[in-house]
């Protein structure tokens, strides 16, 4: 029973357990949008301590702009990863024409291999 506590104590002290308790955050930092070529870049930023990847195909990502929602065809970036204390551009493509005008705002999101999305907010340029 000592050797246990002893273990759970010096893990907690030590910071052992803190290696498996390890979490991607992921936020946006920039987006624009241009409806010409029905495309968005989102840089992305992970100020968690792991990494995590991005999907690549269709579905990958969302966006809704005057009370439509586009899904996705394709979500293109260099490696896919959002390595933990640095930051990915990602480019989204949809298949519809945006037809928006500049300035307009629009809101998305991106999804990530643990389940989780990365939201973002912009505007067309």
Same mark, same amino acid.
């Given at each position: 029973?000592?050797? /246990? #506590?002893?273990?759970?104590?010096?893990?907690?002290?030590?910071?052992? +357990?803190?290696?498996?308790?390890? #979490?991607?955050?992921?936020? =946006?930092?920039?987006? !624009?949008? &241009?409806?010409?070529?029905?495309?968005?870049?989102?840089?992305?930023? &992970?100020?968690?301590?792991? &990494?995590?990847? /991005?999907? $690549?195909?269709?579905?990958?990502?969302?966006?809704?702009? @005057?009370?439509?929602?586009?899904? =996705?065809? !394709?979500?293109?970036?260099? @490696?896919?990863? %959002? %390595?933990?204390?640095? !930051?990915?551009?990602?480019?989204?493509?949809? =298949? $519809?024409?945006? &037809?928006?005008?500049?300035?307009?705002?629009?809101?998305? #999101?991106?999804?990530?291999?643990?389940?989780?999305?990365?939201? +973002?907010?912009?505007?067309? $340029?």
């Amino acid at each position: 029973m000592t050797l /246990i #506590s002893a273990i759970a104590v010096s893990g907690f002290v030590f910071g052992l +357990f803190g290696t498996f308790t390890s #979490s991607p955050e992921v936020q =946006a930092q920039f987006t !624009s949008c &241009n409806g010409a070529g029905n495309t968005c870049t989102v840089t992305l930023y &992970n100020s968690g301590s792991s &990494n995590v990847s /991005i999907f $690549s195909g269709a579905g990958c990502a969302t966006v809704t702009y @005057g009370g439509i929602t586009a899904e =996705a065809t !394709s979500c293109a970036s260099a @490696g896919g990863k %959002v %390595v933990a204390g640095s !930051s990915l551009v990602v480019t989204i493509t949809v =298949a $519809s024409n945006f &037809n928006e005008p500049t300035g307009s705002q629009l809101t998305g #999101s991106v999804a990530l291999s643990n389940s989780a999305e990365a939201l +973002f907010s912009g505007t067309f $340029s």
